[in-house]
């Protein structure tokens, strides 16, 4: 029913983690990680549209539900790595981290020391939200006690 | 039936909306309201902007209900015509509610559905009173408590009554959907195009037309088979990569209604099913959907087409209230022309009625 890949690549991982992570946040990570590495913008900051779809039945033959904004970039160290991004709404700023961050990122000499010192924090923010809001939504979770004692 | 072009009254237009940046400030004693603050606290009618305008994006449907003075029909609107400005980089692929983070879910058909019923941030339960407290800048009353999760999967509901064969399965198929945003509306429509235009359709129409069905006008006796809300990932495939990347995360809101359905010559007696899917929490407009997307059904099932709501070209041409809010405004503009043809008729008709 899903069209998910069966194994994450790691590099799908990470610009997953990246693409939701807030523009200050990973500047300052990356910062104090590489300083500032040289770069060139090959494309954008551009924002654009990506058509949002579902399935009919959540399972059936897919429809429009609607656009949602992005904004991607694509950007070239002095190396040759190309780093891409794709984030969700209009910061341009954002997007252009991230595809400097794939770009560090696909280099293996750097790519240990950022995993741990962007990747891994920014993953444990995000997760700590997740788990914040599992947490909230588990406390209203319903148990009928009272309607399976009337039946007996 | 026609309007005319008329030059002049630059002035008065220019003083209206310098009068209506004026009232749209209000009392310049009260602090002036933040886009922030209406995307945070007015996290319903962002919702829904960004359901009826038809475009995710939280920041600029705040702005929109900001600059709309919180008419949020005019501020779908401003986000309609922004969309046109942007360009088409991709579409997703199609979100996979199953495996959705749940912050709401609930059955009304299944008492002790796999994973258990989670009532989330609701108005259910809630007595409708107003609260006095918040006339004042009160501190959050009780903040929310967490507890334990449970890693329990949700399945959906039909996934569940699927298995046993009652429940209609899903038609899976992957041809291209119809797009009403590039395609103009024409009949018959398919599935696909009817979900599209019900997204993005009316909130109040859309549960008018829902309602008539439960009121017998094409009465399925539909149940809440599962209501689901949460954040679904979204994925993209940019060619220039050649794989699929996540890239973030949508908070939309399901309905699964199920109906009975007593067969047909091919299809042996069971419950079919209606489907809404929308932007944000929107569980009112998503159970709405999933009954007007039954009904529209109608013909396709073999049931008599008699009611308002099974009438595909009734629905569609109507639901729409971008569209809906155009056509009945422009009878503002100068219809001068037109009204002295009208006033001519009359005088004619009047004379010939008193010879």
Redesign the interface.
């Known amino acids: 029913?899903?069209?998910?890949?069966p194994v994450e690549?790691s590099r799908?991982r990470w610009?997953?983690i990246l693409?939701?992570a807030p523009a200050e946040r990973l500047e300052a990570l990356l910062i104090e990680a590489e300083g500032a590495p040289e770069y060139t913008v090959l494309r954008g900051p551009e924002?654009?549209?990506?058509?949002?779809?579902?399935?009919?039945?959540?399972?059936?033959?897919?429809?429009?539900?609607?656009?949602?904004?992005?904004t991607?970039c694509?950007v070239r160290l002095d190396s040759g790595l190309v780093g891409?991004a794709?984030?969700?709404?209009?910061e341009p700023r954002r997007a252009e981290l991230a595809a400097l961050a794939d770009a560090l990122m696909q280099d293996p000499e750097r790519m240990e020391r950022l995993e741990a010192q962007v990747i891994t924090p920014l993953q444990a923010s995000q997760a700590a939200r997740?788990?914040?809001?599992?947490?909230?939504?588990?406390?209203?979770?319903?148990?009928?006690f009272a309607?399976q004692t009337m039946r007996t | 039936m026609a309007y005319v072009a008329v030059k002049g009254g630059e002035q008065a237009i220019d003083a209206a909306h310098a009068w209506l940046a004026e009232e749209r400030r209000g009392d310049t004693s009260s602090p002036a309201l933040s886009v922030a603050q209406i995307q945070d606290q007015l996290g319903r009618s962002v919702d829904r902007v960004m359901a009826e305008g038809s475009l995710y994006d939280r920041q600029l449907a705040a702005l929109a209900i900001k600059q709309a003075q919180g008419d949020l029909i005019e501020a779908a609107f401003l986000l309609r015509a922004y969309r046109t400005t942007l360009p088409r980089f991709a579409h997703s692929k199609p979100v996979d509610t199953a495996s959705m983070t749940i912050e709401r879910r609930i059955s009304a058909i299944f008492k002790d559905l796999p994973g258990g019923q989670v009532l989330g941030p609701t108005y259910d339960y809630t007595h409708r009173l107003l609260d006095f407290g918040l006339l004042e800048d009160e501190a959050l009353a009780t903040g929310a408590v967490a507890a334990e999760t449970d890693t329990a999967a949700m399945p959906r509901v039909p996934d569940i009554l699927g298995q046993e064969g009652l429940l209609e399965p899903d038609t899976v198929c992957d041809h291209e959907p119809g797009d009403l945003t590039r395609d103009p509306l024409s009949f018959p429509a398919g599935r696909d195009v009817r979900l599209q235009a019900l997204a993005r359709g009316d909130e109040g129409f859309v549960l008018g037309m829902g309602y008539s069905t439960q009121r017998g006008y094409g009465s399925s006796h539909p149940f809440a088979g599962e209501i689901r809300m949460g954040e679904v990932s979204v994925e993209i495939e940019p060619a220039e990569l050649g794989f699929a990347i996540d890239i973030c995360d949508l908070v939309l809101t399901e309905c699964q209604m199920v109906t009975r359905f007593k067969g047909s010559k091919t299809v042996p007696p069971q419950f079919t099913r209606g489907y809404g899917l929308v932007f944000g929490f929107g569980e009112r407009k998503a159970m709405a959907m999933a009954l007007v997307d039954r009904a529209m059904r109608a013909a396709e099932l073999g049931e008599d087409v008699t009611a308002p709501a099974q009438d595909v070209e009734f629905v569609l041409y109507h639901s729409d209230n971008i569209e809906a809010t155009g056509f009945v405004e422009h009878l503002k503009l100068p219809h001068y022309v037109d009204f002295q043809s009208e006033l001519q008729n009359v005088r004619r008709m009047r004379a010939e009625v008193a010879e």
């Open positions: 029913m899903t069209d998910r890949v690549t799908q610009m997953a693409a939701r924002s654009g549209l990506v058509m949002v779809r579902g399935r009919a039945g959540g399972g059936g033959a897919p429809f429009n539900v609607g656009e949602m904004t992005v991607r694509t891409h794709y984030i969700a709404g209009r997740r788990a914040e809001r599992a947490g909230k939504a588990a406390a209203t979770r319903v148990q009928f309607m």
